[in-house]
């Protein structure tokens, strides 16, 4: 029976279905125009023969205007209700009309704030910033589903865009210190921005390092080169501090970092994948960032030793305004006369002052003023031979100062803007006092200032988007007089240059998938003076991929002019810190160069451990290389062109957390240069070339007052490509030199034959931990192997006319062993 039923019913539905295809075959032409809705659906059912059911209030009052020519029913009736707030369903015969249920519309939110340190109030840089999907049931740290992230930037900035209004977890994470997990509810529309805070969690580290990698805050790797990266020297890197340009911030030695690492903050180092904001050099960027101060109450440290003392403190002013200020005093050359007693010693010390003031504005905005004040002088007595003294004295000086507004325009719209002043000069004296010819005094002075007007913008656009742009003008003042002397070439004036400088760039930084992100950008600058003008387009590219939550690819592209070019190619500047730039110029093309990586990064054991691998290449173009030439009446008369290939690989294994951390990191290399007027085309190994280098750094703790560290780094140039007796000049110049016994010979002046050797420096250290009337102190001992200690050139006096031809320096590098005593004493207040 009851299958019966089923089927009776099936049939009847048919029927009908039937019947009402059949009607809805029919077609129809109409014009209504201001016509009651109700009577136009009257008109359909009359044509159409289709019953249509509907309320009177879902009606009442409405009126229609539809056209329609040989219309079938279901496209007269979508015609006639369009627009009405009306649907339409099929019942048997008959056709239901009801007002559509209109959803309200939901705004998405943003949620965005800055992060910082909760007992400092420093901005916390890089930490991740997640909001997780709840699971029902599970605790918030069980919520694994991500829904959006994003990090902060270097000012602890982040923002959340286009965010569904609903219950989530924000969990905020950064290395060394506590993982936050909170619940966060987002309402509709809601534009949020807040301050958040972190805890510090106790991890110990190795001396200040940049995650793990190289600790380029100390320019120990090499005597008085600085900061090598790839294959560059020091002099094509760029150095900011809290964003101001310092030229040349290297102290002689290498025994003392570049900036005391107590009053910064942050520190970025760029190797690779230069983003568009950074610019005009071939080289690496090196970006170091101070403390803003503390809030609560004034703090500070203090330390002295046998190579140098240092003084900071920072605290509140007022409310809302807070200062740090750090002051240093090196001076190594208290140890020379105790290490060559058979020499006289070297007078070498440095100074270094570094302050900021921070002041917080109404609605989430700062302003700051920092200053920076570095100096250092060097004074070495020679005697020859035949009796002949020189003395050198050198002393090279940088000042910053930096005015910056840092605000937050939006809850997706972050800018700062910045008026910035730099100098740099340096003033040298040769004092050569000869037996027949009496006492002669060479000199040189240099000078460059900046007065520079920057403005940054970083706008959230979306989840997928993130656009920065910004511009950039500086006027540069060159001036200075460089004596043939200290060049070993010819004579160089700098006197009249102030080129402008402009540029303008546009980065998206753009989330193609969750696993994959792109950076896209370009750097536009135009370089304007009377002695000739320049325009470049820089594109830049970065891909970063993540295969897993501990392995990622990554690669770059970069493209960067140089329109500033420092000299670091003969005579005093070869072998001491100072050193002068020169611009672009009709005869003085600008350098460019191409860089391509490619990388991979894999973490183990909850981020503890970390290894890293990255290959590169770069091509530079109107690479800057000197000829000693008789003719040369200045130094860019000597001057020639050609291109520079370097390329290589590295690897870094760090562990960064525990009792024991440590970075070990080997570098191979392979850099050549050609010029036509020099080996006969072909291509040689460049004077800076570095094929091997091998760095460790380890530190272990003891217990909870002792803790051990090792150091160590070796470079290596192998075997040169061409003859022992160098690279000839264009001309084949050989030069007449009278030795002792006054017999005069011929020999090539090797102006850029010679590499620089390689070099060794080993560090064992020691810590103690104490308290003393309620003071935390820190007493060290380190034991160096005299790198950087004790001056490693030899001077040769000559007699000769030709002034360039009166001295040479040999370099002899100090053995890994003997180890010397360094001896230290330190406290926090």
Known sequence: MKVRLIISISILCVTLSEGIAQDRAKVHSFDF?????????????????VPLVYLDKDIADKRVSAVCAQCTFEEALGKVIKGQELVWKTLGRQVLLHRQAIEPEVSAATFAGTLKDTLTGQ????????????????????????????STNQFGFFSLRNIHPGNYVLNIRRIGYRTMYEPLTVLPGAAVVCDLSLSEQHVTYPEITIEGRRSVLTASEGISRGVYIRGTPSDDNQYFLEGARIYNPLHFGGVMSTFNGDALRDVELVAGGVPPYYGGRIGGILDVLLRNGSAERVTGSAGVGSLGSNLMLEGPVSDGTTYVISGRRGYPD??????????????LNSSEIMAKVSRELAGNQRLSLSGYFGQDTYEKEVTGMQGDQL?????????????????VASPSLFFYTSAVYTRYDFNMEHRFGEILNGNTTYASDYIIQDAAIRSHAEYFYDEYHTVLAGVDLVRHWMAGRISEFSTQIAPMSLDGLSPWELSVYLQDQWQLVPSASAELGARATSFIAKQGSFSAIDPRFALLVSLENDLRLYSSFSAINQFLHPYRHSGIFLFYPSVFLYPSTENVRPSTSLQISIGMEKTFAEDRYRLAVESYYRTTQNLHEFLFDTTATTLSNALILGEGNVYGAEITLDKRTGDFTGSVRYSYSWASNRFAELNGGEPFRPRFDRRHEFYAKTSYLLSENWAAGVSCLLSSNQFPSFAPTGLRGKQDVRVTVGPANGAAYAEPYDLNGGRLPGFQRLELSILRRFSWMGMPFEASLRLLNGYGLIDPFDWELRQNSDTRLMWAVTFDAPPMFPLYPVVSLSTRF
């Open 33 to 49: 125009r201001g016509a009651e809705l109700r009577s136009a659906l009257d008109s359909l059912m009359r044509w159409y023969d």
């Open 123 to 150: 901005a916390i840089i890089g930490a991740n910033v997640v909001l997780l999907t709840p699971l029902e049931g599970q605790a918030a740290q069980e919520s694994t589903k991500i829904y959006r992230w994003c």
């Open 334 to 347: 208290v140890f020379f006369p105790l290490y060559k007693t058979n020499e006289t010693p070297s007078d």
């Open 391 to 407: 003395l050198n004295n050198l002393r090279w000086r940088n000042a910053a100062a930096n005015l910056r507004w840092i605000g």
